[in-house]
């Protein structure tokens, strides 16, 4: 869980294509989100998956290009994360697949210093983490896909973010 406060910032510090939203895929993953909504987050998982996403806040909120963004994210593990979980993460800007790479959970969590470290014991748990979001995040929606798993391949944790960094009329570009 520690790494998820982290995959949410991926979205936001990729640098890549430009592209349109696909709406049908938008609407699949964060159904009922406003059009105008500049972040949003679903716990795909089902009760197969270790870890529950039952909440994430971001301050300032929307996230902005060039300042700090904390993230705080609470759930729950119905039983122990151990050394050798991992997450295969899919990042697209609109429908665009701009970066997949799979992370070891613990040695990023260990890497980053957060306070929650592996093994993660059973329970509820609250991760809170500061990054500096770059300016030059182009002006783009990205989505975020996060498909965790144990050791021994068991469901994890399954995670959809979506960020827009899109400009609305009438907005200015700070960069």
């Known amino acids: 869980m520690t790494r998820f406060g ?75 994360v151990e050394d050798g979980a991992y997450a295969d993460v899919t990042v697209k800007a609109g429908p665009i697949r701009i970066l997949h790479k799979e992370f070891d959970l613990c040695e990023e969590a260990r890497n980053a210093n957060t306070t929650i470290q592996c093994p993660v014991e059973e329970g509820t748990h609250k991760v809170t983490q500061t990054v500096s979001l770059p300016k030059e995040i182009p002006p783009a929606q990205f989505t975020v896909n996060i498909r965790g798993y144990t050791d021994d391949d068991e469901d994890l944790v399954c995670m959809d973010l979506l960020m827009d960094f899109r400009v609305r009329p009438g907005s200015f570009i700070p960069w």
């Open 6 to 80: 982290l995959l949410f910032l991926l979205a936001a510090a990729v640098a890549g294509a430009l592209s349109s939203p696909v709406k049908d895929e938008q609407e699949v993953l964060f159904p009922g989100a406003p059009g105008n909504k500049k972040w949003d987050w679903n716990d795909c998982g089902t009760d197969s998956h270790l870890i529950h996403i039952k909440s994430i806040q971001i301050t300032p909120d929307p996230p902005a290009r060039g300042e700090d963004l904390t993230i705080t994210v609470e759930g729950v593990a119905d039983g122990p």
